[in-house]
């Protein structure tokens, strides 16, 4: 039997007592200890180990007050780089009271309930550090406040300086200082953003992190996570040890993602190695440092289903993990530039970016360059190559890999669909009805020139965009992709009665601009060609038109056939 796939499975003690397949990322604890950062903030996408990475901290570092759970923890590393490293890493295991503290659930309409949320997760952390209330060496004023913590009964004030308390009395108890691990720190951060309670979360996670991280005695050393470094004056107020290791950092770059060898070594275990090409095309494309990096939510997806079946096509796992919100708003928010920026990055091109590594949620919309290098740090573009200019630093950004193009198209569809059916549309149908050609051509191109195209998968682009207006009408009943005659009409439009009217819409995409009205007219030909009218004749309909219409990025050609 093989190992089973880990999805969605982020405790570190469960992959590793349930027999999960894990690829060893332990080396992360060797590279922390060297570097002796006090306070380090990893910032990666969303869905590429970090909550893992920290679980794995934790069962390393953690003294549990138990020695038996000790014992248990050591063993869960049996196996693992970090014990080949030598008694100066491994001699660290079990040494630390921890608090592990996870942000990510905050996610509520309002401020008071995300706060409730966050509230409890720190009453919860206290009651898994209960065993400090057996100890003389703690005061009963002590006790009674870790008391009215744990069980949510504190004032709301004690929470945003709960952290620093509780590692107090750890070093009281213990007489050791406390290691912090807090996931997901910008979650209710980007929640609150698109709720609208921005400030007044910023302001509970500023105390929070103040008291935890600046002004507490009893801290050993911190390790915090995110998929965006907001601003030090937004957040990290005076922290001046904050190491903020993000994607552009050379250190630490192989323990968030998995390396091509990582990947292939795992094909290769479950026998499915000849998938490898799609896999790259798919899921590779992140550049972290200078280290390749494929998104490894999205490859444990992928190889769960080619263990199933060998031909299973590729999906994008990953735009169903987390809202992309900040895809449609630039989308929908899009200026001329903006839109013919987004054109050529979802063609292949790249675009070139000034760094701005600390940005705040309400930055993005304030400049382009803020929201590409919000989408850069996010994980929606990637790093091509980089250059210094002007006492600058630049990235020449792209899009990473097929799955994330697919995010854009279809959000952009999405987009589009929603814009369609706010505009009203009667002239179009009406110049169909009268076989005016001119007219719907003329229509097309002004819409054309107003919204986000791409043309790499340009035929189901302008197959959206032409159904989505065509079902528009009320009059009309409208059909795409069905078979008829010897092959595929594209898009057929009939009233619902019989003796109404029906139209066979027939697309074709050219290469050249010069091809244009060839192929509109090539495109009407084939209607008749490959009789897609007959479906309608059996069904009993007597007026049948027909139109072919061609496309070329922002141009269209439209050719009138003859009524039936």
Request: hydrophobic share 35%; aromatic share 12%.
């Amino acid at each position: 039997m093989k190992k089973a796939l880990p999805i969605g499975v982020d405790n570190f003690e469960k992959i590793r007592n349930q027999g999960y397949y894990y690829i060893d990322k332990t080396m992360l604890i060797k590279e922390l200890l060297d570097l002796k950062g006090e306070v380090n903030l990893f910032t990666r996408p969303r869905r590429f180990g970090k909550t893992l990475n920290l679980s794995m901290l934790r069962y390393f570092f953690e003294d549990t007050g138990n020695a038996e759970k000790n014992i248990r923890n050591r063993a869960l590393f049996q196996g693992m780089k970090i014990m080949e490293a030598g008694e100066e890493y491994t001699g660290q295991m079990g040494t630390y009271p921890v608090i592990n503290l996870t942000l990510k659930s905050a996610k509520q309409a309002t401020f008071s309930s995300a706060h409730m949320k966050l509230k409890r997760e720190i009453s919860e952390e206290f009651k898994r550090h209960r065993y400090v209330l057996e100890s003389d060496a703690l005061e009963e004023d002590d006790k009674q406040r870790f008391r009215e913590i744990a069980s949510e009964k504190a004032e709301q004030d004690e929470y945003s300086g709960a952290l620093q308390f509780l590692s107090k009395c750890l070093y009281q108890v213990t007489g050791k200082n406390t290691v912090i691990l807090i996931d997901e720190y910008d979650v209710p951060l980007e929640n609150a953003y698109f709720r609208g309670y921005y400030e007044e979360m910023v302001d509970f996670i500023r105390a929070l992190f103040e008291s935890a991280l600046k002004t507490n005695d009893n801290l050993q050393f911190a390790v915090i996570t995110g998929c965006l470094r907001i601003s030090r004056e937004s957040i990290f107020t005076g922290l001046n040890h904050l190491r903020i290791i993000s994607v552009l950092d050379q250190q630490y770059s192989e323990h968030f993602g998995f390396t091509e060898a990582e990947v292939m070594q795992m094909m290769a275990y479950y026998a499915v190695e000849s998938r490898f090409p799609t896999m790259k095309e798919w899921y590779d494309g992140y550049t972290f440092g200078t280290t390749e990096v494929y998104n490894p939510w999205s490859v444990i997806n992928y190889m769960y289903d080619l263990i199933a079946s060998l031909n299973a096509f590729p999906r994008p796992y990953w735009v169903n993990t987390s809202s992309n919100d900040i895809i449609r708003d630039m989308i929908a928010g899009a200026d001329r530039e903006m839109q013919m920026q987004i054109e050529g990055l979802l063609s292949g091109g790249t675009l070139d970016v000034q760094v701005h590594e600390e940005v705040t949620y309400g930055d993005m919309h304030s400049r382009g360059e803020n929201l590409w290098n919000f989408l850069y740090f996010t994980g929606y573009l990637t790093k091509q190559s980089e250059y210094f200019k002007e006492a600058s630093v630049f990235l020449r950004v792209r899009i990473p890999n097929t799955e994330v193009k697919t995010i854009y198209q279809n959000t952009i569809l999405g987009w589009l669909r929603q814009r369609i059916e706010k505009q009203d549309f009667r002239d179009f149908h009406r110049a169909m009805e009268d076989g005016n050609a001119e007219k719907m051509e003329e229509i097309l191109n002004e819409q054309l020139f107003s919204t986000i195209s791409f043309y790499d998968s340009a035929e189901n682009f302008y197959h959206g965009f032409l159904a989505g207006i065509l079902s528009q009408s009320e009059n009309y009943l409208v059909k795409s992709n069905r078979e008829s005659g010897n092959g595929r009409n594209d898009i057929m439009v009939k009233s619902p009665s019989l003796r109404g009217r029906s139209f066979i819409l027939e697309l074709k995409v050219s290469k050249t601009i010069d091809e244009l009205e060839a192929d509109a007219e090539k495109a009407l030909q084939q209607i008749y060609d490959k009789k897609y009218m007959d479906e309608l004749r059996t069904e009993g309909y007597k007026k049948i038109e027909c139109y072919g219409i061609s496309f070329y990025r922002k141009d269209c050609g439209v050719r009138f056939g003859k009524r039936e």
